[in-house]
C-alpha cells in the first residue's frame, strides 16, 4: 500500500482542523488534513462568539474572512414573553474582539479551507480515515478516497478535529456518555425579506418557546434566516406530518415567528439532529490530541462551538509544536 510521511496529520477540515493545521504549518511543520465530504458540505452552527476572532487572526484567515461580508454580530438577544433582554459584546469585561459573524457554514468552512491550501497546507477530500496504529506517538493511519483506493500516512502527531466524526474516541472506545440530556433539533434556512419590521439582524435571537424548547433565529447577510427549535425528542413528536409541515406548524404556535416566517420560502428541507453530546474519556494521548467538538459539545444556546473548535486548535496545536520542537508536555 502507498505510504506518505507528514509530521502531523489534522483529521477534518472544519475550523478546528484549518485552524490547527494553520498555525502547525506557520511553524515550518510539515502538515496535512484529510476531510471525508467535498466542501462545500454543511453543517450547522452558524453563529460565532468574539472569542474566535483572536483565533482565526491568529490563523491569517481574518482578512479572508472579513472579504466575505458576512452579517456583523454585536450581541445576543434573548426573548421571552414578548420581554428582552439583550446582551451586547462591547458591555465586556476583558479587552477583545466585540463583535463577529453569523455565517453559512457551508461557505465559511470552504473560504477557510481554501486559505490553509493557499498557506501551502494539502487539503485531501472525500479521504476518510479508516483505521490509526500508534506506535509510541509515532502512528500510520489508513485513508480511503471517493474511489476505494487505501493509502497509509505516516504521522510524528495526529490532531484528531473530525466533529460528530469523533474518528480517535471511536477507534479507540474512548467515548464516554455525556451528563447532559439528548436534546434534538429542527431547523431550516428561510428567505426572511421583511426582517427589519423583526428583530435586528446584527445579533443572534433567541426565543424561549416554552420552558423546555428555544428557538434560535440568525439572519445571515444574504437575505436568508436559519431558524431553529432545540427541544426534547417528545416535543416534536406532537407535531405531524413531513419535516416542513412539522416545522411549519411548530412556528405557527410561536408569536415571535408565526408572522414573519409564515408561508416562507424553505431553502432546503428541514433538517434534523439529536443527541449531538457526547463526550470523550481523555482529550489527548502519546501523539494525538482532540480539538473541537470531538471532545464535547455543550448545548447550542451558548453559540460556542465554533469558538471553543478555533480556541481548543489554536492551543492544541502550539502545543504539538512545542513536543515536535523536543520539549516534553504534560
Ligand atoms: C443544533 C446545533 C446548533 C449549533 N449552533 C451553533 C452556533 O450557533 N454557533 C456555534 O459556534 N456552534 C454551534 N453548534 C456547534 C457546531 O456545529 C460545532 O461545534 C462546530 O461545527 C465544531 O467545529 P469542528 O471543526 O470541531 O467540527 P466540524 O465542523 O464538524 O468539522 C469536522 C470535519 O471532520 C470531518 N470528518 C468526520 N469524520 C472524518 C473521518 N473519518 N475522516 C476525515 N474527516 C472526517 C467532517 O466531514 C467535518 O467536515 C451547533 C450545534 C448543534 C448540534
Not at 452552527?45 to 454580530?73: H, I, T
Not at 506517538?137 to 476505494?148: K, L, M
Not at 504521522?155 to 451528563?179: E, H, M, Q
Request: aromatic share 12%; charged share 25%.
Amino acid at each position: 500500500m502507498k505510504r506518505e510521511q507528514v509530521d502531523v496529520l489534522v483529521i477534518g477540515a472544519g475550523p478546528a482542523g484549518t485552524v490547527a493545521a494553520s498555525l502547525v504549518n506557520k511553524s515550518g511543520f510539515n502538515v496535512k488534513i484529510v476531510e471525508k465530504l467535498l466542501f462545500p458540505r454543511f453543517v450547522i452552527g452558524e453563529s460565532l462568539l468574539p472569542r474566535c476572532m483572536e483565533a482565526l487572526d491568529e490563523a491569517g484567515f481574518m482578512e479572508a474572512v472579513k472579504a466575505q461580508g458576512y452579517q456583523q454580530k454585536f450581541g445576543a438577544k434573548f426573548v421571552k414573553d414578548g420581554k428582552v433582554c439583550d446582551f451586547n459584546f462591547s458591555e465586556n469585561f476583558t479587552d477583545g474582539y466585540t463583535w463577529t459573524w453569523q455565517v453559512p457554514r457551508s461557505d465559511f468552512d470552504t473560504v477557510l479551507s481554501n486559505e490553509v491550501q493557499k498557506m501551502g497546507v494539502p487539503v485531501e477530500f472525500e479521504t476518510g480515515v479508516t483505521a490509526i496504529q500508534f506506535n509510541g506517538t509515532n502512528s500510520v493511519t489508513t485513508v480511503v478516497d471517493a474511489q476505494g483506493n487505501e493509502k497509509e500516512i505516516a504521522a510524528r502527531y495526529i490532531i484528531d478535529a473530525s466533529g460528530y466524526g469523533r474518528v480517535i474516541p471511536r477507534l479507540f472506545n474512548l467515548d464516554k456518555p455525556s451528563n447532559l440530556p439528548p436534546r434534538k433539533t429542527l431547523f431550516a434556512h428561510m428567505r426572511d425579506p421583511n426582517r427589519l419590521q423583526y428583530h435586528e439582524p446584527n445579533r443572534i435571537t433567541i426565543v424561549l418557546h416554552r420552558r423546555d424548547v428555544w428557538i434560535w433565529i440568525i439572519p445571515f447577510s444574504t437575505g436568508i434566516t436559519s431558524v431553529g427549535f432545540v427541544g426534547n425528542a417528545s416535543f416534536f413528536e406532537s407535531f405531524e406530518g413531513n419535516p416542513e409541515e412539522k416545522l411549519r406548524a411548530i412556528i405557527a404556535t410561536e408569536p415571535e415567528l408565526k408572522d414573519r416566517f409564515n408561508n416562507a420560502e424553505f431553502i432546503f428541507e428541514p433538517k434534523t439532529l439529536e443527541g449531538w453530546s457526547m463526550s470523550t474519556e481523555t482529550f489527548f494521548g502519546d501523539g494525538f490530541v482532540l480539538t473541537g467538538n470531538v471532545t464535547e459539545f455543550l448545548d447550542p444556546v451558548f453559540s460556542s462551538g465554533v469558538t471553543l473548535a478555533t480556541v481548543s486548535s489554536q492551543i492544541a496545536a502550539k502545543l504539538v509544536v512545542r513536543e515536535l520542537n523536543g520539549e516534553k508536555i504534560n
